[in-house]
């Protein structure tokens, strides 16, 4: 039987965030290093540092507090350059993690921002969701609300028409895989629509736990990955015996 341990997100190199506080701790397997994927990192020239980069990761995103997000602020996502900062390494060894982390699809890049794939398995969110769904759902009528008073300034505002407009708003409709195929024709990339399409059917249209808002986007995200696919580790390996 696996036994976990729990690890307070706010260590050394893991910025805390104030506003979203509400739990202080990842939990972490106790057979962590009998993990195929770590047992792999662990063999590569620079594993240390890799899985070092890892638990930095994880603490990151438990502060974030987000469903495994791992964000500077919901504006600012994290760059290799600011992820250097804020760990203290050298901005070879977090680039070289990143590649790593992704081609064993550990984390995913969304719209620039990192996500941990599976994030249950580290923290429980238990008690969150309906916190945060109040927060997104304030949220979303203050810009409703300054979307129609830009739109009239004698507009009159009631909370029923920013409930209905926001209702509307939300709405996702689920692309068909000729949608997604004719979107792609259209970017001209090498993204392939089933592919896509049975990846979010998987996950009920869920960017880490939030709801899909725009699969166009996700389509140029995807677009994006495939021109800067990473190299596989034994192929960084040998560049780096090369060099």
Partial sequence: ???????????????????????????????????????????????????????????????????????FSKDVPYTNEMLSNEFDRP??????????????????????????????????????????????LRKQQQRERQKLLSCDGHVTVTQSSISNSISISNKFNIPSIEDIKQYCIERKNKVDA?????????KGWLIGKNKMKDWKAAVRTWEKNEKEKPKTPERIEVKRKII
């Fill in 194 to 202: 089933e592919t896509f399409f049975d990846f979010y059917e998987s």
């Fill in 1 to 71: 039987m696996k036994s976990f341990v729990r690890i307070a997100a706010a260590t050394n190199g893991c910025r805390k965030e104030t506003k979203m506080a509400d739990i202080k701790w990842i939990k972490l397997s106790t057979d962590l290093f009998d993990n195929r994927k770590i047992k792999q990192i662990r063999k590569l020239p620079e594993g240390d540092a890799i899985i070092g980069v890892w638990l930095q990761i994880l603490c990151l995103a438990g502060s974030v507090n987000n469903g495994g997000l791992v964000y």
């Fill in 91 to 136: 901005l070879n060894i977090i680039r070289l993690a990143m590649e790593t982390f992704t081609y064993f699809n550990m984390i995913e890049i969304i719209e620039d921002v990192v996500c941990v794939s599976n994030w249950e398995k580290y923290q429980s969110l238990d008690g969150l969701d309906k916190i945060r769904e109040q927060n997104k």
